[in-house]
């Protein structure tokens, strides 16, 4: 058996072969009764290069992702490693993951790192920031936040699974000095600061050299309902003189919900209001979309979602892929915006939120916030928005599909000592 990606390579290579004894060859146009219309295939041309963090992941703290899903506990029945649940382990790493985000979303802008760090037994109950719209049934531990699962389990979880952290910073209700800290706590060397020593008294002598921070999260909204302006203002802040200790910094700037091309412009041009160095600052600009089925008349419901995850019809089909192909004007719209103050592109595209999104009522497990059950349908989807993204490689720096396990899109359910792999996992493999 031959992964996707050799597969095509040698489908495309073989076809050259066939059609052609030398590259490039070109084929007149089907019935165009013109050789003025042709089709040239450059078999062995380099387009450029695909990272592989499109091909990244997204894990919120919110309703079953972290706790059942990610995290059993390390006295658990079920199955894991130091508290992770062993089976995501095993089935993540036959798919290489390149990233994974954590831990928001709009949970990010309401975490204090503080709490998730130190002896789990001593660490403080929190409300989520999802809380009020859990049900009534759910687990504790998706309404009040145990923080048994924080910075040292989630990058224990990426060094298992073989992937690199990208750490949301919270812009809402913390302030810059936390973010310096939290960096702190990551990346300096045992013996060099008390967060390094903090850090490595919980067992991790060595520095996390986590070089992906979101700084802030859909910050248009949920995190912090500011201008462009504002915003960009406390970019500038909380990016200005971060400690960098031997690992590159690369700061994702919270950027446009699907098409505000205001959101984007404002910002670029605050940025750069004291000088265009401060370009040089913002390695990534996100960008959100979500596909909602809205055939027929219906109407968006950003927590509630639209269209059915498994009842649907030809004309669901092709309305959701319809809304998903909107993604590909979203990438260009917004580079070419963003061009208008940054010409060289110095600054790349992170699309760190993507998937379908529908009503409540596929869920596997019931009460879980969010969760729905994937299909063909939402494979084809992703594998659609994968192949986007690899077209507009040199747009884009990373992708990070929402979310990973028992939420939208995901690619795994879970529950207690339940886990399975859903069709969506099938655009990820090797």
Not at 2 to 24: D, H, V, W
Not at 153 to 160: D, H, I, M, T
Not at 173 to 186: I, N
Not at 254 to 264: E, I, Q
């Amino acid at each position: 058996m031959i992964g996707r990606r050799e597969f095509l390579r040698r489908s495309l290579t073989g076809t050259g072969a066939i059609l052609a004894a030398r590259a490039p060859f070109s084929l007149a146009w089907a019935g165009s009764g013109t050789a003025d219309s042709r089709i040239e295939v450059l078999a062995n041309e380099p387009l450029g290069l695909i990272s592989p963090n499109l091909y990244g992941h997204f894990a919120e703290n919110l309703s079953g992702v972290v706790y059942d899903g990610i995290w059993v506990g390390t006295d658990s029945k079920v199955p894991n490693v130091d508290g992770i649940r062993k089976e995501l382990i095993d089935e993540m790493r036959k798919i290489n993951p390149s990233v994974v985000r954590f831990p928001g979303g709009c949970f990010a802008d309401s975490y204090d790192w503080r709490d998730g760090v130190g002896p789990r037994d001593k660490r403080p109950r929190r409300t989520n920031f999802w809380a009020e719209r859990e049900a009534s049934s759910a687990p504790a531990s998706h309404r009040y936040d145990p923080n048994e699962f924080g910075t040292n389990e989630f990058v224990r979880f990426c060094k298992l699974i073989g992937s690199e952290p990208y750490l949301a910073a919270n812009l809402r209700s913390l302030p810059a000095e936390q973010f310096y800290q939290w960096v702190e706590y990551c990346n300096s060397p045992a013996g060099s600061t008390t967060f390094g020593d903090t850090r490595a008294a919980a067992g991790f002598k060595e520095p996390f050299n986590v070089r992906f921070w979101g700084v802030g999260n859909e910050s248009w909204g949920c995190g912090g309902n500011f201008t462009a302006q504002e915003y960009a203002v406390e970019f500038r802040r909380f990016t200005t003189w971060v400690p960098r200790f031997a690992t590159e910094l690369s700061f994702i700037g919270s950027g446009p919900n699907v098409d505000d091309w205001g959101w984007t412009r404002a910002f670029f041009e605050e940025i750069v209001r004291k000088g265009r160095e401060h370009l040089r600052s913002v390695y990534g600009w996100a960008l959100h979309h979500y596909a909602w089925n809205l055939s027929r008349g219906r109407t968006r419901d950003w927590v509630q979602g639209e269209g059915d995850a498994v009842k649907f019809d030809a004309v669901d089909w092709y309305e959701l892929l319809r809304e998903g192909d909107r993604m590909e004007g979203l990438i260009s719209g917004h580079w070419q915006v963003m061009s208008e103050e940054d010409p060289q592109h110095s600054v790349k595209l992170v699309v760190d939120e993507w998937g379908p999104w529908y009503r409540p009522g596929s869920e596997a497990t019931p009460g879980d916030q969010l969760e729905q059950m994937p299909t063909l349908r939402d494979a084809v989807f992703s594998g659609m928005n994968l192949d986007i993204f690899n077209r507009h490689h040199e747009k884009i720096a990373m992708a990070n599909c929402a979310q990973l396990i028992n939420c939208l899109n995901s690619l795994y359910l879970a529950h207690e000592d339940r886990f399975v792999v859903t069709p969506v996992v099938h655009g990820f493999g090797t």
